[in-house]
């Protein structure tokens, strides 16, 4: 796992806290609602972080339905299943997204909110889930849009590296770093899918104060241990982010737009 992915520690709680109902809510209400439901549908969900698309599923699923949540992070599922109402039709499983552990033509749909960002190799990720899809299955997922469409991303990301004259923490280069649709598209037809199509979809970013938003935005995420890795302090790198925010959002409460694309193909 690399440190990009490595969300352990207290870093689940954060995250779940201070991002989960600011920036990962409002796109998982519109990833749920995009699943094409059937009675006995099966779905999996990779990357399911701290399940908060899991939950949003579980909303949407028939009664009869099968959801399989995984994620590469034993500390996201174990949040994850702590934070989520037992239920007879979800299933946790710790998997790596590039090499799924079921058989192939196994799921209806697969569902992944801002995982795909984060793997070493997307096309190998892709691959796995058109493998692991039965003929005519859904792939649903969402991406960041460029940092510069997404100011809190770019706030964190400037302030921080402002920090570090050299060696500067990169981490917001990731989730932000897979943008161009184009790639988008033609990395999805390579691992064989059809039917693709990406909408770009804005929504409200609403956190109760700046500090709670540059909270998470420091914490909740590896950016934190790459702060601590260099031997800085990440308080005074928190306070710097949260004036910033406030500066261009408000501090209580903190409001801004923010962007992602969002892709449906068909296996």
Not at 25 to 41: C, F, H, N, Q, S
Not at 47 to 56: M, Q
Not at 103 to 112: G, I, K, Q, R, T
Not at 232 to 260: T, Y
Request: a neutral charge; charged letters at 25%.
């Amino acid at each position: 796992m690399t440190t990009n992915a490595s969300f352990v520690g207290s870093i689940p709680q954060v995250y779940d806290r201070h991002l989960g109902p600011v920036i990962f809510e409002p796109y998982a209400r519109d990833l749920a609602r995009r699943v094409e439901t059937k009675p006995g549908l099966c779905v999996l969900e990779t990357a399911c972080g701290t399940g908060i698309v899991t939950r949003r599923l579980l909303q949407k699923l028939p009664a009869d339905a099968h959801l399989v949540s995984t994620d590469l992070n034993g500390a996201m599922i174990a949040h994850a299943r702590s934070m989520t109402p037992a239920d007879a039709r979800l299933e946790w499983r710790e998997a790596d997204a590039q090499q799924l552990p079921f058989p192939d033509a196994s799921f209806d749909a697969l569902v992944c909110q801002f995982g795909l960002m984060f793997f070493p190799d997307r096309l190998a990720g892709l691959r796995e889930a058109r493998r692991v899809l039965r003929r005519g299955g859904q792939l649903l997922f969402n991406v960041w849009d460029a940092l510069a469409a997404n100011d809190f991303g770019r706030i964190a990301h400037e302030t921080i590296t402002s920090y570090f004259p050299k060696d500067p923490p990169q981490f917001y280069l990731t989730p932000f770093g897979w943008h161009d649709t184009r790639d988008v598209r033609a990395t999805v037809e390579r691992a064989g899918f059809g039917g693709i199509a990406i909408e770009t979809v804005e929504c409200d970013a609403v956190s109760e104060s700046a500090h709670s938003f540059a909270t998470g935005l420091v914490r909740g995420n590896p950016v934190e241990t790459m702060i601590l890795e260099r031997g800085a302090d990440p308080q005074p790198i928190l306070a710097a982010v949260e004036r910033k925010l406030s500066e261009a959002w408000g501090s209580a409460p903190c409001r801004g737009k923010m962007r992602a694309h969002v892709l449906s193909a068909k296996a």
